[in-house]
């Protein structure tokens, strides 16, 4: 207390010290109240059919689903269900899709983006409802869950309803061996069925199902779908009955039958592709184990994590009795926590205390048995015949805890970017902030952001039982504000590990928010006995361990899968993973099995070097996913085949965007084919934008005003400094890398000369950040507008929840188009041209890095017109498209492929508004030409470069400098090439 | 004759011992000295890896080298400047830090040795002074001097050619307490307490004169182990360069042969270059290592 008061009287003396001093200056403070949007819950929803895809609604309008929720929360929950099917439907908007089923007859198709269904009911009794939807799953190439919109009387009553998550059902088809007997990736197949599906919370935050508060009268429910695939026959509201709380059956007797073990990996039927199998392959007690062979033989861990996904599992009774339930799992990602399940007996909670079953964590297999809190196993009640089990990732008891946590970190956000704002990056020690004045609002912010975490954090103690060590990080910032409370000041001061304490907090969140969970199997047994060891004893593990390593001599895990090798067969190499491997492989059997085609073909897993493996008469025949440089770096050097004199190539072009086969073309031949294309994208934070009134910029000159106001505030604008904004000025300019012969540069013209200035403009003087990362500073909201590879799209989609809604990807920003005579080019609306070309050239390892992937055949390769007709095939429009399904059903969003193939983006699960945008940008994309040589141009830009921005040198003089350096390697080359 | 007729009668009679050393001599024939032979004698063709055999070019890798290649002359300097810099920096600390833990309790002893050698064993842990150094506003060094008022805006440590030279030779140095300073541990620990008795009777008077006069003479093998392996670790600084500034780095400031030799090697496809470039660096290890063991064994047989 006393070393607060003297340090309270020390600044009070330096602020009269201060006064003193600063008399003559006058004082200005710059208002940073933010200007709150009014919240105006008007209906501007997508209710009107046919144009859903630009009326999504804004989250600012639509209350936050917890606030909503305690409006009505006491309300009436009455128990009759209104189902009603298509006789309901209301008319209007555009005309339904109806298509006729075996069994319900007359149905709704809702498979195009943004159709729409409207259905009339009448409530009887006012009072707060459940909704379901009778669906089933139709039509192929979807792999992600259904989207939906609920609008009841033509407004959204929430966020939450907004994008509920209608669930597709998978199954194995078919388990897959080689000969050797190593399991191969399986393939999936539909479960299409129709079903009643309840909405839950979009964000999958709650373990409730969504309510929604009905006044008795006529109403209408409007369901508008994403990505949908599905067909609709109704919808309904009703209460779920409670389940009931477990009482221990009175004087029953524990069934004596046999165990029932159901393996986790051979599920029988699962909502979510993307939960892969795994093998624990160090483990003698997993079921099934094997030393010497790949077998799955567990599921889930990481990839069954999100809330909603579920499990199920037939098992057959024999006998009518109570049984036990147990579930041998493991919970190793969750450190110091623990994952939450339901188990659903044949789709129903049979008790209460079902609804949220807790795995702590364990580096360890355990078995979890299902019991009361107090430890008793709970007897189950199995009529002999088929059961389903299942169970659901749910969010649990914290799930209300989570949400919001979630809203204090935005809020958290929100006051940091006001300090930031104020302060600047770090806080001075030698200047009185006075932030109370500064920002009226933030010292009633910071005691009321207080108050919601300690809240918070003594409700989770309460409901996990936690002494602490859980909830340590939110006490960190809980800390920290307490000291803020005291001194407001000391926020300028403490700026920095605000910040990081922040971002700790919001990773704890979203860590709190999934639920890893491994399962080996699960098993309904009677005695106690019956349940079977987790371990195997050290002894036979450590046997097991030696039967491992010995094997590891004599397998090749590299190839899995047969390849007949009795006939003639092309070896493929592939440098990515297992997966994508296995997928390949799959794929390729299907080719060899085609009619007419005989080679086999074999895909190997190989990190090599293709050059050294090549030169000592071991490379493969074609080789899959190589960087952009390396074809004409490699056709140089005679290496490769020339894919122009094949039949049939001219046909393959129509596939892909114009110049992507720039990188590949050297003395009048195409060496690659394009498999994947790289292009940026601009990603903004539209709430930021909306708080400052700021405009979402299209050309440079609008990005630089937005920056300039951003930059007064103290938050930032992101371009990276890498040479794709050089390519890409040069390519709204019309400029180019190389001359016509590609002997020499073109870095003397004005154009080059222009695009360099600009380029080093940015960092001299318009003072742009040179290094950041763009996925921390768009989180936080630092920076709220930053380009960046599209793939920061899955980055922040999968690892950013908490500003789900809060960002929107642009095309990039371009030059407007001017004519000969000095006005501005119109185009066909009366809107000025902007060329938004775009480029992706970064400094790769042999030459310009365009960020895409190709593939080619090499020289050696004996059957050319064979390898040729397999890359034909390989990269046709069908067969990607399905890598790109394939690889997202197995590996989640996270790992989105997009190939070059023009067409195939329009069959991809991105939204409507999102394909809107990368196809825009996409037909602007520009890839420069390739030349051996080219090594030397990225390098020595780069230096010409930072000469500039580091050493204030005159960008001609330097770019000139450089350019003679270029020109005098590329000629030396060009010789010994020749 | 008589000599020939005695080498085989040796060899007969020192048969087990021949055995003994032929898994070393096969290895070092194999992966040492034959490779070395094959570059030099790719040094004199145009080998690109692709064509084979490659033509013959006589000197005109090397006369390239020599006076044509403005590069190897940066990289040359570098090099030099790096090994002339970290090389007797870290042979002295290793040996000095070796000589003041000699005297802990064992279990200290034990401690500090693993604390300086762990940096070593590590592998890649260096990475970690890309976030110390990193050019980001919020990178560990800009933001304490930045808190600090030193500088106003973000300082480019890996990127600009002033301040990359200096960063890899504090990196270096951190990282040099290898098997040098593991091998002074324990030759400190091999001299025997009885020859300071000795000495402290022949009037031994100090510390330093205990070093000098006695600790330092009978460590001889030590400090030679340690002077060939930290002149071969500071003339072939390059992976660490590359992981922390990329390659290439501006302006080829922290070019240095061996990052050089890659270039030609891996990126150029320029085999015989790189060969040329690799056997001159052989060279120039061999002579540095020539006169240290000269002045090392002058010093230690006195």
Known sequence: MSVMFSHLAKRTMCCLLAVLLLFAVVPFSVSAEPETPDADVSGDVATDGGQAGSAEPEAAETPEYTEYYARYADAERPEERMEVGLSALVAGGEAPNFFEDAEKGQVLNMAANGSNATFRFTVATAGLYNLQVLYKQHGEDLVSDALMDVAVDGVIPSYSMDDVQIPRYWTISEKAYDSRGNELSNEMAEVAAWRWQTAYDAGGRHNDPLCFWLEAGEHTVTLTFEKAGLLLAGVAFFNEKEAPAYQKPDGVKVTDAAPIIAEGEAYTWSTDSAIQLTTDSNNAAMSPSHPELRLFNAIGGSTWATTQQALGWEVEVKTSGWYKIAVKVRQSTKTGSFSTRALRIDGKLPYAECGEIRFPYSTNWYNKVIATEAGEPMLFWLEAGKHTISLEAVPGKLSNTMVELQDCVEELNRIMRQLVQVVGNSGDKYRDYNLDEEIPTLPDDVKAMLERLTVQRDEIKRLSGDNGSETSKLQTMITQLEYFVEDIDEMALKLNTFKNNITTLASWVNELLTQPLEIDYVITYGADNDLPDVSAGFFKDLWFTIQRLTVTFASDYGQLGDVDTSKEYLKVWISTGQEQMQIVQSLANEYSAMEGVKVGVKVELVAANLLEAVMAGKGPDISLQQANDLPVNLAARGELVDLSQFDGFEETRERYHANSFAPYLYNGGVYAMPLTEAFYMMFVRTDVFEEMSLEVPNTWEELYEVATILQRNNLGAGIPSDMSIFASMLAQNGGTFYNEDQTATTFGNQAEIDAFKAWTSLYTEKGFDLAYDPFNRLRTGEMPIALASFGLYNQLKVSAPEINGRWQMYPVVGTPKYNADGTPMLDENGQQVIDRSWSCATQGSVGLSQGATCTFILKGCKNKEAAWDFLKWYTSDEVRKEFALKIEMRMGVASRYTPANYRVLENLPWTDTEREMLLAQWDELVLFPEIPGSYYVGRNLTYAFRQVVYNDENPVYALNKYNEIINRELTRKLQTVN | ?302
């Open chain 2, 1 to 302: 004759m008589a000599k020939r007729k005695n080498l085989g009668r040796d060899i007969k009679r020192y048969s087990v011992c021949y055995f003994m050393v032929a898994p070393y001599i096969l290895l070092f024939l194999f992966f040492i000295l034959a490779p070395i032979i094959i570059a030099f004698f790719f040094s004199f063709t145009d080998f690109n890896m692709v064509k084979f055999p490659p033509d013959f070019s006589g000197l005109d890798n090397y006369i390239r080298i020599f006076l044509e290649d403005d590069d190897f002359l940066i990289a040359i300097r570098n090099t030099l400047v790096l090994a002339c810099v970290t090389g007797p920096i870290s042979y002295f600390a290793c040996l000095f830090l070796a000589w003041f833990i000699n005297e802990l309790h064992p279990f200290l002893r034990a401690f500090f040795t693993v604390c300086f050698y762990a940096p070593t064993i590590s592998g890649t842990l260096y990475v970690m002074w890309g976030f110390l150094f990193s050019g980001d506003q919020y990178g560990i060094l800009n933001n304490v001097l930045m808190d600090l008022g030193i500088l106003s805006e973000p300082y480019q440590w890996l990127t600009n050619t002033e301040s990359m030279l200096p960063i890899i030779m504090v990196v270096q140095i951190w990282m040099s307490f290898g098997s040098a300073f593991l091998s002074f541990v324990a030759g400190l620990q091999g001299i025997p307490r009885s020859l300071y008795e000795a000495g402290s009777v022949d009037g031994v008077r100090n510390r330093w004169q205990e070093l000098f006069y006695l600790t330092l003479p009978s460590m001889g093998p030590q400090l030679l182990f340690g002077a060939v392996m930290q002149i071969a670790g500071a003339f072939s600084i390059g992976a660490t360069i590359t992981a922390l500034m990329g390659y290439p780095t501006t302006d080829n400031a922290a070019l240095t042969v061996v990052t050089y030799i890659s270039d030609f090697g891996s990126i150029r496809y320029e085999m015989g270059y790189a060969c040329a470039l690799s056997f001159i660096l052989f060279v120039i290890i061999l002579a540095t290592h020539w006169v240290i063991e000269h002045i090392i064994m002058k010093y230690a047989s006195d």
